[in-house]
Every structure is written in C-alpha cells, then in structure tokens.
C-alpha cells in the first residue's frame, strides 16, 4: 500500500505544478487577458453558469504548469532509480506534455459542474452551503480537480482502480492544506 500512496503522491505533483503555475499568476495578475469567465458571461434563470471566477487562466495555465512538472518527471526524474522507483507506470513510454497539459486543463475544468450546481442553488462564488448540502460540496469542493484529472489519466495508467481511490483520499486530505497556503500567499481570494 506504501508503494500504491508514494506512487500516486508522484503521479499527482503535475496538478501540484499547475495550481503553483496558476497561482502565482493570480497573485501577481499575470496574463490577465486569461481572465474571461468561461461562461462569458451567460445566465440561466437569472444566474450565472459558473461565475465570474471560473476564467480561462485557470485551465491554461494548470495545463501550462501540469506539463511542466510532467516533462521533468518523463525526461529528467525518470532517469533516476529513486524516482523511477516510484512511477505507477513507465513514464518514458506515456505521451508527451501535450497530455499532461491536456490532464492539467480538464482537471481545472472538473470544477465546473460543481460550481454549475452551486450557482443553480444561489450558492455564491466562494461561499459554502448550509446544512447537509455542506457537507456534499466540501468533499466535492476537495476531489472535482482530481476527478478531471483521472478523465484523462485512465487511458495512460494501467491498473488504475486502486491509485484513483488512493488520489481521492488525497485530495480529500490535501485540498485544504493547499488551499490554506494559497489563501496565506495571496494567491487565493477565500481560504476555502
């Protein structure tokens, strides 16, 4: 079990490198061209579709950090045992940055059927629900990047079942540490 945590953690760090990539982004407001809502600004029954805080920056430049990370463990960490030790599958024979970038995109973009919900429900961007809906969108809130992320992992990684039910429970675990920090450095509005 060990090997299946350590190997899925390694698996993980190109969404690491994404939200790094994006948040510093946001915190210095690089790329602001990038902030267009998703939605463009559409409505449904008077409310918007995601948000203003669903933007285009979000995707790009997860898919931007996600390859990066990738490309160092494909070409450079993969030749070394210790971290070799740990990939799940042979990273020398998985696609390129292109895909990694890909997984970083729709990994961001895994957040917008929660945030369609949440809008739906008069939820605003950055607030919580009340009562049990609370406890339904915090463990979503932890888990809909990593769901978008194994969207596209599941055609690379063989025997999949096992490191995709270890990946939630980190993102379950994680999520808010990240979140946390991100809040503490700036790079987030809210701290959840």
Not at 25 to 32: E, G, K
Not at 35 to 58: A, E, M, Q, V, Y
Not at 168 to 173: E, Q, R, V
Request: positive net charge; glycine residues 12%; charged residues 15%.
């Amino acid at each position: 079990m060990r090997g299946a945590l350590l190997g899925t953690v390694y698996l993980l760090l190109p969404l690491l490198g994404g939200a790094i990539v994006h948040g510093v982004c946001m915190r210095f407001d690089w790329l602001a061209f990038l902030k267009r809502p998703i939605d463009g600004g559409r409505t449904l029954r008077g409310r918007p579709w995601f948000g203003h805080s669903k933007t285009w920056r979000g995707p790009i430049l997860v898919g931007v950090g996600a390859a990066l990370v990738w490309t160092l463990q494909q070409h450079v960490l993969h030749a070394l045992p210790t971290f070799a030790a740990l990939e799940l599958t042979d990273y020398a024979a998985l696609p390129g940055a292109w895909f990694a970038a890909l997984a970083g995109f729709v990994a961001e973009l895994g957040e917008l059927p929660n945030s369609f919900v949440k809008r739906r429900l008069g939820i605003a961007p950055g607030a919580t629900a009340r009562g049990t809906l609370a406890v339904l969108f915090y463990v979503w809130d932890q888990i809909d990047v990593v769901l978008g992320y194994w969207l596209v992992l599941v055609f690379v990684v063989a025997e999949a079942l096992l490191p995709f039910a270890v990946s939630l429970g980190i993102g379950t675990a994680i999520h808010p540490l990240l979140t946390l920090i991100g809040y503490g450095l700036r790079m987030r509005k809210t701290a959840r």
